[in-house]
């Protein structure tokens, strides 16, 4: 079975701070996604990445980034938190199948992040 | 623009009542529909992919059915474990980012013992 692990359940930040979220995949799967849920609005990705060191914007990157200095970890950083990024993060990974992906994402069970 | 919608918003059963979920997309070309599951705190729950029409899946009490414009999720006989919100997500075919899925905002199932 595919395991995706976040490594904070539940997080609490003040504004300002700089906020590192963690996730591990042991699949080896080439890509690794971010995401933000939110009551009302759904799933909305924030980042992926395709490979090692390679990143590319999703639909809400503004005051986020990424990094992936290792094939199974990838990172998300909120670089000066804010209230309105109080939310539920999850990450994924999937498969990669020749040029292109059709194969589904693999979800680790979220960090709860609170901004005060 | 692509686009998927799924309804109903919430649902809610007698033991035993099956009925079906609804999923339509509105997408240039499609490469995989993906159902999930996803129960309160926790993160969604890969179910089935369908990657192109006339395709079923099945798994236990679930069966996931596809057509040209809409997927189906049906629940035969559901228990109250079968609780939670699902979630249907599609994946088209782009010049670019192919990677990406279009979310659903979900059908929160209530079954009742």
Same mark, same amino acid.
């Given at each position: 079975d595919v395991k995706v692990t976040q490594s904070s359940r539940y997080l609490?930040?003040?504004?300002?701070?700089?906020?590192?979220?963690?996730?591990?995949? %042991?699949? %080896?799967?080439?890509?690794?996604?971010?995401?933000?849920?939110?009551? &009302?609005?759904?799933?909305?990705? @924030?980042?992926?990445?395709? %490979?090692?060191?390679?990143?590319?914007? &999703? %639909?809400?990157?503004?005051?986020?980034?990424?990094?992936?200095?290792?094939?199974?970890?990838?990172?998300? @950083?909120?670089?000066?938190?804010? !209230?309105?990024? !109080?939310?539920?993060?999850?990450?994924?990974?999937?498969?990669?199948?020749?040029?292109?992906?059709?194969?589904?994402?693999?979800? &680790?069970? &979220? !960090?709860?992040?609170? @901004?005060? | 623009?692509?686009? $998927? =919608?799924?309804? *109903? /918003? +919430?649902?809610?059963?007698?033991?035993?009542?099956?009925?079906?979920?609804?999923?339509?997309? =509105? $997408?240039?070309?499609?490469?995989?529909?993906?159902?999930?599951?996803?129960?309160?705190?926790?993160? *969604?729950?890969?179910?089935? =992919?369908?990657?192109?029409?006339?395709?079923?899946? /099945?798994?236990?009490?679930?069966? #996931?059915?596809?057509?040209?414009? /809409?997927?189906?999720?049906?629940?035969? +006989? *559901?228990?109250?474990?079968?609780? +939670?919100?699902?979630?249907? +997500? $599609?994946? #088209?075919?782009? #010049?670019?980012?192919?990677?990406?899925?279009?979310?659903?905002?979900? =059908?929160?199932l209530a079954v009742n013992p």
């Open positions: 609490v930040k003040r504004t300002g701070e700089k906020v590192f979220l963690e996730c591990v995949q %042991d699949m %080896d799967h080439e890509n690794m996604f971010w995401y933000r849920q939110d009551p &009302g609005l759904g799933l909305r990705l @924030i980042y992926f990445s395709y %490979d090692v060191k390679m990143k590319e914007k &999703g %639909d809400i990157p503004e005051g986020y980034s990424v990094s992936r200095e290792k094939k199974e970890r990838f990172s998300l @950083i909120l670089e000066s938190a804010s !209230t309105n990024q !109080t939310s539920m993060y999850l990450c994924a990974s999937s498969f990669q199948q020749g040029g292109h992906s059709n194969q589904p994402q693999h979800f &680790g069970d &979220g !960090t709860r992040l609170s @901004i005060l | 623009e692509d686009q $998927v =919608t799924q309804s *109903p /918003e +919430a649902l809610r059963l007698q033991e035993g009542e099956s009925s079906s979920l609804n999923c339509s997309y =509105t $997408v240039s070309g499609l490469r995989g529909l993906f159902w999930y599951r996803q129960d309160p705190g926790k993160g *969604p729950e890969f179910l089935f =992919t369908l990657y192109s029409a006339g395709e079923e899946k /099945e798994k236990e009490r679930l069966k #996931a059915t596809l057509t040209k414009k /809409e997927s189906f999720l049906h629940i035969t +006989a *559901p228990k109250p474990e079968d609780s +939670a919100t699902y979630l249907c +997500a $599609v994946q #088209a075919w782009n #010049a670019g980012n192919n990677r990406k899925l279009i979310w659903g905002l979900g =059908t929160s």
